[in-house]
């Protein structure tokens, strides 16, 4: 009892001061809101250790108000699906387990299952909703410091989206940047370990191409799928995010 009201306090002591320190953007398709540990519709309810609450890990909800985050975390966002396990509460574990100086940690779900890119382009609700959390995140204080971005397994189903996804996803680089007014956003985008079509190599090879300034990749394949070989395991989903966390430590922690 004694700790969880430690826990409570300290959580609502974090959003009274608004103490954010770092924010960052979570978007894409199915493997980042989640699906580890879902089979038949259900989420198994296990959270590894690097995916547990933190009073100092919090999560911006459907409503725009900051809370404790948790898995799923994008359960009020990606709906009508089920969520489970995905990679950001292990980044942000990874993070904390590299720089005893990361404080108060604000996520912003942002992913929506089955979504190709062209889904994310300007001017859609996807797009429009991202720009409105991101805002929303810090209108009380607190950096964005970098958007994770997996996402692109339903652009392997054709080829003439799998050959537009380096151009689209440049554009969309380039666009988020200028709309939500900060030049040199870090993107860490993962690279696909699945598809739902045989171009997965195609859109691979496009992820592991673009040459933008501040955008980085780490690689997904290879690591463990569930039985429907599209989604990545909850072990999965815990090194996908610790290489997230490895990779905006390598560089991009010093960045203002």
């Known amino acids: 009892m004694f700790k969880l009201l430690m826990s409570l306090l300290m959580f609502h002591s974090s959003l009274a001061a608004n103490v954010f320190q770092d924010i960052f953007i979570l978007a894409g398709q199915s493997n980042m809101a989640g699906r580890g540990g879902v089979e038949h519709g259900k989420w198994d309810g296990k959270v590894p250790p690097e995916c547990r609450p933190n009073p100092s890990t919090l999560r911006l909800s459907a409503k725009l108000t900051w809370e404790e985050a948790h898995e799923p975390l994008h359960a009020d966002i990606d709906v009508g699906k089920t969520c489970g396990i995905g990679p950001g509460m292990a980044f942000v574990d990874g993070l904390r387990a590299n720089d005893s100086r990361i404080g108060v940690v604000g996520l912003v779900p942002c992913a929506v299952g089955g979504t190709k890119i062209s889904k994310w382009a300007r001017g859609t609700q996807l797009y429009s909703q991202l720009v409105s959390r991101a805002g929303a995140s810090v209108k009380d ?46 993107v860490i985008q993962v690279a696909l370990a699945s598809g739902e079509g045989k171009f997965i190599e195609t859109v691979r090879s496009s992820q592991l191409a673009i040459n933008l300034p501040n955008v980085k990749c780490i690689d997904a394949k290879g690591l463990a799928l569930q039985r429907d070989n599209l989604h990545l395991t909850t072990m999965s989903q815990v090194q996908v995010g610790l290489k997230l966390a490895s990779a905006f430590m390598d560089s991009f922690v010093n960045m203002p």
């Open 141 to 186: 204080g607190g950096t964005i410091r970098a958007i994770l971005w997996y996402q692109g397994e339903s652009d392997t189903v054709k080829k003439e989206d799998a050959d537009a996804y380096k151009g689209n996803m440049e554009t969309l680089i380039t666009n988020l940047r200028t709309d939500l007014n900060i030049p040199s956003l870090p």
